[in-house]
């Protein structure tokens, strides 16, 4: 049972235009969402974050929006560059009170074409 | 500083040995998580520790799966009797704390392959 579903393998854009990257989730007791950016044989890196009392964060480029009524967040790059290519995992966060682990969606790979 | 460091980069196993992966986390980050990532999936939580409480098992997918922390240093992830379908990426992150906002840093990885 996935509860952070990014339904899109994959996503190709040309520089310069908007890349956005959708995630659903269904768990309605999320409390925080991430973006994380993966390159190849490196660990994952924060990119940035929301929470659940918010509907949109900012940083840069990069801008999550969250519609909890919908169960959805996306994350828009723009202008996008070639640089940022990569895999990009959703995750969602449920503190119980002691931890906070991160379920994470099975990523999706954008391609950035110069 | 330094990032969380894990070792061997990679693993490649026969099936029914045991295998020990390490962690070392960030320097002052006291909450350490173990995910893993099978070919083609998102990364799955195995366990979680949190100074010196109890840690939180909840993931680990067999009781060939175990993990020891000392204190707020390294960690080692041990599989016993390795299967096929333990071939993955495992993946060690820390925080400063385990709240939900307190971003997780990762490290590179333990490739593991059983043959």
């Known amino acids: 049972d996935q509860q952070v579903k990014q339904n899109s393998p994959s996503l190709s854009v040309q520089e310069g235009r908007i890349s956005i990257l959708n995630c659903d989730y269904t768990n309605s007791m999320f409390d925080y969402f991430l973006w994380y950016k993966k390159y190849p044989a490196e660990g994952p890196t924060f990119l940035i974050s929301?929470?659940?009392?918010?509907d949109k964060n900012e940083d840069g480029r990069f801008t999550v929006f969250l519609n909890k009524s919908a169960k959805h967040l996306s994350l828009h790059i723009v202008p996008s560059q070639p640089g940022d290519s990569a895999v990009y995992f959703c995750a969602a966060s449920l503190y119980t009170g002691a931890n906070s682990k991160l379920t994470f969606g099975k990523g999706i790979t954008l391609s950035v074409r110069p | 500083g330094a990032g969380v460091s894990q070792s061997p980069s990679n693993k490649v196993t026969e099936k029914g040995k045991d295998v020990e992966l390490r962690c070392d986390p960030i320097?002052?980050?006291?909450?350490l998580y173990w995910y893993r990532q099978r070919l083609g999936q998102g990364l799955e939580f195995l366990i979680y520790f949190q100074g010196n409480s109890a840690p939180d098992k909840s993931g680990l997918p067999s009781d060939r799966f175990s993990a020891e922390r000392t204190g707020e240093s390294v960690s080692t992830l041990t599989i016993q009797r390795t299967q096929q379908e333990d071939s993955a990426v495992y993946l060690c992150?820390?925080?400063?704390?385990?709240?939900?906002?307190?971003?997780?840093?990762f490290g590179p990885g333990t490739r593991l392959t059983v043959t």
């Open positions: 929301i929470s659940s009392i918010k």
């Open positions: 992150a820390s925080s400063l704390s385990g709240g939900s906002s307190y971003e997780q840093y």
């Open positions: 320097s002052g980050h006291t909450a």
